[in-house]
Nanobody, 116 residues
Framework: QVQLVESGGGLVQPGGSLRLSCAAS????????MRWYRQGPGKTRELVAF????????TYADSVKGRFTISRDNAKDTVYLQMNSLKPEDTAVYYC?????????WGQGTQVTVSS
């Protein structure tokens, strides 16, 4: 079955960095576009970053442009989110997402807390 397992979250000070990973299994990762979403306290889930099967095609939410970088390693079936210059408003649970055979799949989420 399809599984998405996120890791790499934690507590970081403002201005710090974290790298999230999402290990995928149960589907053809290399032919699937991937997304990172986040849901902050009291907020709706929002799309943060997208990466096409062609890894050079990426898009970002305006709020993270220039600070976050999404990438993928098809040999490892893993998608990453490098987060730099973190701000308190980046505090959220971050979710990995795949759309496979017209079904949505989500990971369990990883908590990112930006606080001094």
């Amino acid at each position: 079955q399809v599984q998405l397992v996120e890791s790499g979250g934690g507590l970081v000070q403002p201005g710090g960095s974290l790298r999230l990973s999402c290990a995928a299994s149960g589907f053809t990762f290399s032919s699937t576009s991937m997304r990172w979403y986040r849901q902050g306290p009291g907020k709706t889930r929002e799309l943060v970053a997208f990466i096409h099967t062609i890894g050079s095609i990426t898009t970002y939410a305006d709020s993270v442009k220039g600070r976050f970088t999404i990438s993928r390693d098809n040999a490892k079936d893993t998608v990453y989110l490098q987060m730099n210059s973190l701000k308190p408003e980046d505090t959220a649970v971050y979710y990995c997402h795949a759309l496979w055979r017209q079904r949505d799949y989500w990971g369990q989420g990883t908590q990112v807390t930006v606080s001094s």
